[in-house]
């Protein structure tokens, strides 16, 4: 399903909002059974003020629900026939969620059976109550470090926002959440091995039934990449300065290409070659990357405008031998921030610059694919990825894209993308490539 048959399902139940000509996607024969838990789910958040789920576990206990009765009819239980012991319940809100499910349960005169509530709404497991958050989260970060081979048990702050996230997560007294991240899928392919490793300590320490769900595993993983970006910050790095003919050019492209490819760079400032000299003073510099041939008593490394694979690999030699043979400078120098730096004419001046190359470069080597229809549309999005990009912000639009296939086509745009200096997640590309036919 797509975003939109998604948005229908979940709001023709929060809002009542019966459009007559959205017709689910089901198989007839089964439709009966959605139509009246869609029915009696709308009742449930009408009959008085509900806190407001997510579309992920409004669309999870609706297909689930649907599918029980469905399996009961056809006189298949999932474990046998104990019913529920709904005494034993002390959450009010989940015994106002057993109160609608028996509800619903009884328009087909079934009753209520404890497997059955616990696959409709993902129940804990016995005794999940008793675990200690505490305890879990110290296991986990040892498994991993051992796993990994980090001293994570350094950062406390590693603990502190791992144990609230477990916290959340598992001791909360409502339904249990069905979290979903849209970085789940790049994470899993940029970090696999701290993934698994994650995965392992889940599977280890909690049990399945209370989480073991990828998205669940990939905010897990983030909390220890938070942990290794900042273990890296406090690493020894090199004070770089970059000159280019204006003093102003495409810095900030520079930087974020630079410091991504090599992580013992940091590049503090940008000038023009007649301020080189007094730049160098005032920020303790160690290292100049110029776009052309210059004099210095530091090293030089010439580059071309966009540096290139070639550029970047002098680059992290020259950043080598300097961490190997030259002393750190005493870190009493604040980073300039390039963007901060320049007026706001000069950043404009550059993202307009920057979009309109990268859309030339589309339109040059993509001529033949491109919509006409959307030329306009598409120039707009690539001014729009520019902006974002400078400001450090991303695409958070996630489609249910049609175009999976269309792997040769991101490869294109990916690469011409990337000769441009530009980097962004999956979700961006998959947005570009419907400008596409």
């Not at 900030?252 to 000038?271: D, F, P, S, T, W």
């Not at 080598?320 to 004419?345: F, G």
Request: charged share 25%.
């Amino acid at each position: 399903m797509n975003n939109y048959e998604v948005y229908k399902m979940t709001t023709r139940i929060t809002r009542r909002d019966r459009e007559r000509n959205f017709q689910p996607m089901f198989d007839s024969r089964i439709l009966p059974e959605y139509e009246l838990v869609e029915s009696a789910l709308a009742h449930y958040f009408q009959e008085e003020s509900r806190e407001i789920w997510q579309q992920l576990d409004i669309m999870i206990i609706l297909i689930r629900l649907t599918i029980s009765l469905k399996r009961l009819q056809m006189g298949h239980a999932m474990e046998g026939y104990q019913v529920l012991d709904i005494g034993a319940e002390k959450s009010d809100i989940r015994r106002s969620f057993i109160g609608f499910m028996q509800r619903v349960y009884l328009q087909k005169e079934f009753p209520l059976l404890r497997a059955e509530y616990r696959y409709c709404v993902g129940s804990y497991a016995s005794g999940m109550r008793e675990t200690d958050i505490a305890k879990l989260t110290e296991d986990m970060i040892e498994f991993v470090a051992w796993r990994e081979g980090v001293d994570y048990g350094l950062d406390q702050k590693l603990y502190t926002n791992l144990f609230a996230h477990l916290s959340l997560r598992l001791g909360q007294g409502g339904l249990p959440g069905n979290e979903f991240n849209p970085l789940n899928s790049e994470i899993k392919q940029q970090y696999p091995t701290l993934f698994g490793h994650v995965y392992e300590a889940c599977k280890k320490f909690i049990s399945n039934e209370q989480v073991i769900q990828e998205s669940f595993i990939s905010f897990i993983v983030l909390h220890f990449l938070v942990s290794l970006e900042n273990q890296q910050v406090h690493q020894r790095k090199v004070r770089t300065l970059y000159v280019c003919s204006t003093g102003r050019g495409v810095a900030r492209l520079i930087k974020n290409r630079v410091e991504a490819g090599i992580g013992q760079v940091e590049m503090v400032a940008y000038c023009s070659i007649v301020e080189v000299e007094e730049m160098c003073q005032k920020h303790a510099i160690e290292l100049i990357i110029s776009v052309f041939p210059i004099e210095s008593t530091l090293p030089v490394v010439v580059t071309d405008a966009l540096p290139k694979k070639a550029d970047l690999e002098m680059i992290r030699q020259e950043v080598a031998r300097i961490l190997l043979e030259v002393p750190a400078v005493i870190d009493a120098y604040e980073a300039v921030d390039l963007v901060r730096q320049s007026s706001h004419e000069e950043i404009s001046e550059e993202i307009i610059l920057k979009g309109f190359e990268a859309y030339q470069q589309v339109k040059d080597v993509l001529a033949d694919e491109m919509d006409r229809k959307l030329e306009n549309g598409l120039l707009l999005h690539i001014f729009l990825m520019v902006q974002r990009y400078y400001f450090n912000k991303q695409y958070d639009l996630v489609l249910a894209s049609e175009d999976s296939g269309r792997w040769e086509l991101k490869e294109r745009l990916t690469a011409v993308f990337e000769q441009c200096g530009l980097y962004f997640q999956e979700a961006e590309l998959d947005a570009i490539v419907y400008y596409f036919k």
